[in-house]
């Protein structure tokens, strides 16, 4: 490896950012700051990574955008971002090599495969007497850090968070630098830079993303946006409305943090100093922090199970008889399924990328368990049109509703979306903000118009099976067809479910 104290200071540090797009508490970031030596700021598109998952379409909408300020907040420092395309491994040996950098830093990323580029970038990296740095700027602590007393991991959530939580104190947020000294780029090593409008992430012909760019305020400065409004309005009452569909109840960070707009630190000691200063109830507090909790479990299983997307966390649903349905599977990406509460949560999906998170469940729940499709096709469908598609989230959540995750929900779980709708959206609010066609029904019927008297139908303009579909599947036959199915792979009913 390089000796730094012999290092030339015109030698540049680069700064790799990944998942870390934000000034603010980024650990490589100020590491190279307080270096002494120049930075060359970069990001790496790879639009086919030989190792991981390209990304869905929302996702690389929000790229675009949160890019897009990265290099303005760059810029206002008196730098920029370097843009560049192609294979990672290749590219960032090459820019190194063309600026002759002294040290490449990077924040580190968590699943199998990325593990793997990382690991062969930074030896070739080294192999080439350039240093390397790396830091924890994604989770409150990495996933090898808790473990159960023998130095397994964890499989249920309970368990795992409450061993994280009994000394977990991260540390303190970093501050964003000051001033940054940047290094130029020759045009030697510009072999594979590109402009950000080159990397082709927004949609054109057609360009659905309006409803996206309508509902968000992406990057740094959208996450402080949003996490002010939450901690200033319904963090106080998070735990008892979090739920309610209707409400602006929940925070709306995880695109953020799924982009790293914003660091799981920041989050934590903002919450921690809001409930302070408000005088906020300790059960709303914790109650936010467990989600963050579950986004930490969430990266403990993608860091110890190759392919979460991809396999059954536990074998036995290998033998699930999923049913091949794609005219059902199709009904349910457009909402179209007859079941309101489901179908509204699809098509705010589909216009803002978001989905309210009870909606999520009910939503993956009918999928898997009212079609019996399989729950790999759910959740490629969501991290196509999540804005928030974490590769850690997004299948950990999908196996937890189908069963064969860890901590996963009981087979027997079958959520009712009329009775979830009644419970979580009483008046009906959340489907009439997305089903315009429902607008009209009282909410005694709105969350089963196929039950509603045909003189109410005619009032309200709702004519089923033209203007809004009937139920394409019942929910006692659905909910019997499920059990039998799970049946096959438990050897027992089990008790009985949400009816």
């Not at 970031?29 to 790879?46: F, I, K, Q, R």
């Not at 409004?229 to 602006?248: I, K, V």
């Not at 049109?385 to 937890?400: I, K």
């Amino acid at each position: 490896m390089r000796d730094r104290s012999r290092a030339h200071p015109s030698q540049p540090i680069v700064v790799w950012f990944r998942d870390d797009q934000r000034l603010t508490d980024n650990p490589a970031l100020a590491h190279a700051a307080s270096s002494g030596h120049a930075v060359v700021c970069v990001y790496v598109h790879d639009p086919e990574p030989h190792h991981g998952r390209p990304l869905g379409a929302a996702a690389r909408w929000w790229l675009h955008e949160s890019l897009r300020e990265l290099d303005g907040s760059l810029r206002s420092l008196g730098g920029g971002l370097v843009l560049l395309r192609g294979n990672e491994q290749e590219t960032i040996l090459a820019f190194a090599e063309a600026i002759d950098a002294i040290e490449v830093c990077w924040n580190r990323r968590y699943s199998p495969a990325q593990r793997q580029t990382d690991a062969a970038i930074k030896s070739a990296l080294e192999a080439r007497a350039v240093a390397v740095s790396t830091f924890n700027g994604h989770l409150l602590r990495e996933p090898w850090k808790v473990t159960r007393r023998d130095g397994e991991p964890f499989q249920v959530f309970g368990a795992y968070w409450r061993a994280a939580r009994q000394d977990i104190s991260p540390a303190p947020p970093l501050p964003s630098p000051d001033a940054l000294l940047f290094h130029g780029t020759p045009e030697s090593a510009c072999a594979n830079a590109v402009s950000l409008a080159d990397l082709k992430l927004q949609p054109h012909a057609p360009d659905w993303a309006a409803g996206l760019r309508q509902t968000w305020r992406c990057g740094e400065s959208g996450a402080q946006q949003r996490l002010r409004h939450f901690l200033d309005g319904e963090f106080d009452g998070y735990a008892t409305h979090r739920d309610e569909m209707a409400r602006d109840a929940t925070s709306k960070m995880s695109p953020y943090l799924r982009f790293g707009n914003i660091s799981a630190r920041q989050v934590w000691y903002a919450a921690l100093a809001a409930a302070q200063a408000q005088s906020i109830s300790s059960e709303h507090l914790r109650k936010f922090q467990d989600e963050l909790g579950w986004r930490e479990f969430s990266y403990h299983l993608l860091y110890h199970c190759p392919a979460l997307h991809e396999v059954n966390f536990r074998p036995q649903f290998d033998a699930m008889p999923w049913r091949n349905d794609q005219h059902a599977l199709r009904a349910w990406q457009r909402g179209q399924t007859g079941y309101p509460l489901v179908d509204a949560g699809m098509r705010e999906l589909w216009l803002t990328g978001w989905m309210h998170n009870r909606a999520r469940m009910v939503a993956a729940s009918f999928l898997v368990k009212h079609l019996l499709i399989d729950w790999r096709d759910g959740e490629s469908w969501f991290w196509d049109t999540l804005v928030d598609a974490d590769e850690a989230n997004n299948p950990a959540g999908w196996q937890w509703v189908a069963g064969s995750g860890a901590d996963a929900a009981p087979y027997f779980r079958i959520f009712n979306p009329v009775l979830q709708g009644q419970k979580f959206d009483p008046q009906g609010e959340y489907v009439r903000r997305w089903l315009p066609e429902l607008d009209r029904l009282p909410a005694a019927s709105i969350h089963a118009p196929w039950q509603t008297a045909p003189g109410q139908l005619a009032a309200a303009s709702v004519r089923l099976g033209d203007t809004y579909p009937l139920p394409i599947v019942a929910h006692q036959q659905a909910r019997l067809r499920a059990l039998e199915a799970f049946e096959t792979l438990r050897g027992q009913r089990g008790e009985q479910g949400d009816r």
